[in-house]
């Protein structure tokens, strides 16, 4: 009886090492892949390569987050290692090349000429065959370094912070500038899976971003959304009145210039409150004239108690 016992217990241990081990292999499998549930209601997922676990993605606005969250950083001269990704994104393209206004102001090439170092061939022609449109040459592609990065979302660290996909079929680095743009490599690079594969890998979680409540919380987080060219970010802390003219800004305004302008911001006072308003003022300084120009800037409570910028 014992003996019986005793191989029912080795017997029992071999199946639930064997459910471990396709489980993990399951994770490991789709390693960095967004999958989309086709028994389901579509709902997608990405399965992040540090922990092998899947994270709902929900609207184009959450996966943008999650997919900010669950990033890592890289520097520019690591990131250029990795072979460019191209999808049509429902974007401005100014030169009409094929490459967006936003994917070309990520890379440094010009969105307002096709052909960017003026060899002949355009920037998309030579990004699709890994040239350099730069310049001379192929681009200093390192497969080896690229399969380390497979499934990975990259965050440019000596930049604004623009953010890349990493996908595991082509090694190739897909840009992540905007919700939509996260939700258009979501529809096109994904994966479809069924409930019973999917239910094998682990659900992982992110802490949710705390909501500024204040009229100063919310000041100081657009400054900072501001000085980190986090455009989605930064309009959400307008009135929608405002959002375009907010995007607007963003895109004129260089680094320098949405720096000065996010510490106007948050070098703001409060000068009065009441209920449902708030004015801060600061001033600004104009070295050429020598000369100072008071500003407001007034926040109004919205509907539902959330504090709104309505002027810039």
Not at 65 to 92: C, H, R
Not at 234 to 262: C, V
Request: proline share 4%; aromatic share 10%.
């Amino acid at each position: 009886m014992k003996k019986v016992i005793f191989y029912c217990l080795i017997l029992l241990s071999f199946l639930l090492t064997g459910s471990l081990i396709a489980q993990i292999s399951i994770g490991e499998k789709l390693i960095g892949r967004i999958l989309l549930q086709v028994e389901s209601q579509g709902e997608a997922w990405y399965v992040n390569p540090s922990d092998l676990k899947r994270y709902y993605l929900g609207r184009p606005a959450d996966a943008f987050e999650i997919m900010q969250k669950l990033s890592t950083g890289i520097s520019n001269a690591d990131l250029n290692k990795i072979p460019i990704g191209l999808i049509v994104y429902n974007d401005a393209d100014n030169d009409n090349d094929g490459l967006s206004n936003r994917l070309e102001i990520a890379l440094g090439t010009n969105p307002g000429k096709n052909d960017t170092d003026d060899d002949g061939y355009s920037d998309k022609l030579e990004i699709e065959n890994n040239y350099n449109p730069f310049g001379d040459g192929l681009m200093l592609i390192d497969k080896n370094f690229a399969n380390q990065q497979i499934g990975k979302i990259l965050l440019q660290t000596e930049k604004s912070g623009e953010a890349w996909y990493v996908d595991p079929l082509d090694l190739k680095r897909y840009y992540l500038g905007r919700p939509a743009d996260a939700f258009e490599i979501m529809r096109k690079l994904s994966l479809g899976i069924t409930n019973n594969n999917l239910y094998n890998i682990v659900i992982g979680s992110i802490e949710p971003t705390p909501q500024p409540q204040s009229p100063s919380q919310v000041l100081s987080a657009a400054a900072n959304a501001i000085r980190t060219n986090n455009k989605d970010e930064a309009t959400s802390y307008f009135i929608p009145e405002m959002k375009k003219a907010m995007e607007h800004t963003m895109d004129f305004l260089g680094a320098e210039n949405r720096l000065i302008l996010g510490n106007i911001l948050s070098g703001s006072t409060l000068s009065s409150q009441t209920e449902n308003i708030a004015i801060f003022e600061n001033e600004v300084y104009f070295s050429m004239g020598g000369y100072k120009i008071p500003v407001k800037f007034y926040l109004q409570k919205q509907k539902n108690d959330e504090w709104l910028l309505t002027n810039l």
